[in-house]
């Protein structure tokens, strides 16, 4: 009678086939891999100056092998925006429900939204001009861009409410402070001496230092 060999043995022996799972991981891994290449060419060179073949030039892959991956040129860069406003939108339900005043939820906020513009999709977000995009996008960008505006306009307005920001015009006290923390997108070297922690950290304590009341203010 042949021998018959167990099942757990059978199971045991690897397989040349990979999994489902392993599937979905390497191709979650490629598409990765592209878009991080495509956000990093349109920050370092424009987005009309850079070109699929370009990116796919840096891959050594094939154009329509971007194609698979994330589509059209508008779509590639549709992803880029979207990822970068979806860092910032998690960044601010991270802090929404700390504890602390107003004042200090922003500033945990301003921490992370200044650090993720300087990493590459929030770069992208603030080199991209709707202009870029195709109407159909460009409507979807301004609206997740509004959303952001909305979150850091009610974090002002919280710490007026509740004493740890001095009263004023929050729609001008959130365009100063975004203004301020967009720009090192345009100029911060990722291999310069500064991190980006180290910036945020200083322009964040610069811009909400004027923001908490002082004694005698609200008398002159």
């Known amino acids: 009678m042949p021998s018959q060999t167990p099942d757990r043995e059978i199971k045991d022996r690897a397989s040349p086939f990979r999994s ?24 370092a060179r424009g987005f009309h ?17 971007i194609y698979y991956y994330l589509g059209n040129k508008d779509q590639v860069l549709l992803e880029c925006v979207t990822r970068g406003l979806g860092e910032l939108a998690e960044a601010a339900e991270r802090v929404r429900e700390a504890e602390g005043s107003g004042l200090d939820r922003l500033r945990a906020f301003l ?17 991209t001009g709707d202009e870029y995009l195709v109407p159909k996008n ?7 861009k509004r ?28 365009f ?7 720009w090192p997108a345009r100029w911060h070297d990722p291999a310069g001496p500064d991190s980006p922690d180290q910036i945020a950290s200083s322009m964040v304590e610069i811009l ?5 009341p002082r004694a005698g203010r609200a008398s002159d």
């Open 20 to 43: 489902k799972e392993e599937r979905a991981l390497d191709r979650d891994q490629k598409r990765e891999a592209v878009l991080r290449a495509a956000v990093r060419m349109f920050n």
């Open 49 to 65: 100056a850079t070109s699929l073949d370009d990116v796919a030039a840096s891959l050594n892959i094939s154009k329509p092998t």
């Open 111 to 127: 921490l992370l939204y200044a650090k993720v513009n300087m990493d590459d999709f929030g770069r992208c977000v603030v080199r």
């Open 138 to 144: 460009a409507a979807q960008f301004r609206t997740l």
């Open 147 to 174: 959303r952001i505006d909305g979150v850091l306009r009610t974090m002002i307005a919280e710490g007026i409410r509740d004493g740890s920001i001095s009263d004023g015009d929050v729609k001008m006290i959130a």
């Open 176 to 182: 100063t402070l975004a203004g301020a923390l967009n």
């Open 208 to 212: 909400t230092a004027g923001l908490a």
